[in-house]
T-cell receptor
Framework: DTAVSQTPKYLVTQMGNDKSIKCEQN?????MYWYKQDSKKFLKIMFS???????INETVPNRFSPKSPDKAHLNLHINSLELGDSAVYFC??????????????????FGPGTRLTVL | GENVEQHPSTLSVQEGDSAVIKCTYS??????FPWYKQELGKRPQLIID?????GEKKDQRIAVTLNKTAKHFSLHITETQPEDSAVYFC???????????FGSGTRLLVRP
């Protein structure tokens, strides 16, 4: 019973191509996220969606377009791939937003990651 | 915006010793501070978290302390074991901010 799943696990492609990564959560959570982890292991938020609505876009190039068809899915489409896009992309979900209420915890659960390599 | 600094970047300890990882945050409005463990090739997984209304939290061999005045929080692992070897990330967020700001990570190596 996978909580947060992503496909594909590995993605190798040429510069200039367009690719998509899919994410699904079966936890009934309201909020989903995309994070990018570069070769130095820095984890950086890219997007947050709450109930299918975009909440956070952290100055990500508009070649990256997230789409949330429903609360359980958040896909990431990347146009015109560049060498610098090579990274591991993690999807995550949480019940509400980070730190949603003053005294409750709101854990973010991460997917297994998609390693994108742009040649 | 919020910035989280984490030290040290690498930490090597003998099995059975304690390990301490420290983080500082910039935004005094931050109120939620989770710690994640990431094993090689795996996803980050929450190991412990703390809210700003609490100064310390413990879960078996793992504890986190928070000093709101100084804006820093620390992870303490006692009686380390080789399976504790991983990259540890601290993070901070504000009430309903919908994002976690991560530190740069600490690679912990526990030598048998």
């Amino acid at each position: 019973d996978t909580a947060v799943s992503q496909t594909p696990k590995y993605l190798v492609t040429q510069m200039g191509n367009d690719k998509s990564i899919k994410c699904e959560q079966n936890l009934g959570h309201d909020t989903m996220y995309w994070y990018k982890q570069d070769s130095k292991k820095f984890l950086k938020i890219m997007f947050s969606y709450n109930n299918k609505e975009l909440i956070i876009n952290e100055t990500v190039p508009n070649r990256f377009s997230p789409k949330s068809p429903d609360k359980a899915h958040l896909n990431l489409h990347i146009n015109s791939l560049e060498l610098g896009d090579s990274a591991v992309y993690f999807c995550a979900s949480s019940q509400y937003g980070a730190g949603a209420t003053k005294y409750s915890t709101d854990t973010q659960y991460f997917g297994p990651g998609t390693r994108l390599t742009v040649l | 915006g919020e910035n989280v600094e984490q030290h040290p970047s690498t930490l090597s300890v003998q099995e059975g010793d304690s390990a301490v990882i420290k983080c500082t945050y910039s935004d005094s409005a931050s109120n939620y501070f989770p710690w994640y463990k990431q094993e090689l090739g795996k996803r980050p997984q929450l190991i412990i978290d703390i809210r700003s209304n609490v100064g310390e939290k413990k879960d078996q061999r793992i504890a986190v302390t928070l000093n709101k005045t100084a804006k820093h929080f620390s992870l303490h692992i006692t009686e380390t074991q080789p399976e504790d070897s991983a990259v540890y990330f601290c993070a901070a967020s504000m009430y309903s901010s919908y994002k976690l700001i991560f530190g740069s990570g600490t690679r912990l190596l526990v030598r048998p």
